[in-house]
């Protein structure tokens, strides 16, 4: 039996996603679902870059995951895939400048202004929890 490369590699990534949708995150596959829902977000909006990475997996998803236990949480929460979604990552990280592109990386907007941004070399070197406090800590500052 034969599959091609994008089945396979959508079978592959689908437990990552659905990591952090199963904790209310919408997913943006497209440049045109992040154009109508980036710009239009008021208050404060979490942006997650997912990716198929081991920070990922063992740090960037469990601390987001923790951080939103939080009481003070963001009024919107978004992820994107690197790697998989190329045209809404790009289109996403436009929001991040001047923060070169990172995956994994945590953006925390508000009124669509970049204010907290976690970039892969702060996930790689720190524990779930760690990085749980950090986006807790932006939280509590900026979502209340």
Do not use: W
């Not at 590699?9 to 199963?22: G, K, S």
């Not at 904790?23 to 679902?33: D, F, H, N, S, V």
Request: charged share 30%.
């Amino acid at each position: 039996m034969s599959m091609s490369f994008d089945q396979y590699m959508r079978d592959m990534v689908q437990p990552m996603r659905d990591e952090l949708t199963n904790l209310g995150i919408k997913e943006l596959r497209t440049a045109e679902e992040v154009e109508a829902n980036l710009p239009e977000a008021k208050g404060t909006t979490l942006v997650v870059v997912n990716s198929v990475c081991g920070c990922a997996a063992g740090q960037a998803r469990p601390g987001v995951g923790k951080a939103l236990e939080n009481e003070v949480k963001p009024d919107h929460l978004f992820t994107v895939f690197a790697g998989q979604d190329k045209e809404a990552t790009a289109k996403a990280r436009e929001y991040f400048a001047p923060y070169p592109p990172s995956s994994p990386s945590i953006a925390l907007l508000k009124d669509g202004e970049l204010v907290h941004f976690i970039e892969r070399h702060q996930v790689e070197n720190r524990s779930a929890e760690e990085i749980a406090d950090d986006l807790t800590d932006a939280f509590n500052r900026y979502c209340k």
